[in-house]
């Protein structure tokens, strides 16, 4: 089974940064971030593969945050900078396991609040 464990959100004020991290146990083909706000439903922000690293973004997130991954300590972190009160949201970890499988695994979620 997969396991995912998110750390690294909090409160920050906007045009702040701040580092999610997720680590993972099991293996995996691709890892993304989700975010879901208040009242809102849960949207998708990056996502990016161990092997290749092949990367995407959803538009409201290009140029702003970096997904990154560390295969040695299978971890991946969401670097967010120019953060902005509509960037507040809790944000999941997620993992497939499978090219074209749905990402089936999810963390507990870590909280991103951006002051005004």
């Known amino acids: 089974q997969v396991q995912l464990v998110e750390s690294g959100g909090g409160l920050v004020q906007a045009g702040g940064s701040l580092r999610l991290s997720c680590a993972a146990s099991?293996?995996?083909?691709?890892m993304a971030w989700f975010r879901q706000a208040p009242g809102k439903e849960r949207e998708f922000v990056t996502s990016?593969?161990?092997?290749?690293?092949?990367?995407n973004y959803a538009d409201s997130v290009k140029g702003r945050f970096t997904i990154s991954r560390d295969n040695a300590k299978n971890t991946v972190y969401l670097q967010m900078n120019s953060l902005k009160p509509e960037d507040t949201a809790l944000y999941y970890c997620?993992?497939?396991?499978?090219?074209?499988?749905?990402?089936?695994?999810w963390g507990q979620g870590t909280q991103v609040t951006v002051s005004s």
């Open positions: 990016t593969t161990w092997s290749s690293g092949d990367t």
């Open positions: 997620a993992a497939k396991i499978r090219v074209l499988g749905n990402y089936n695994y």
């Open positions: 099991g293996r995996t083909y691709r």
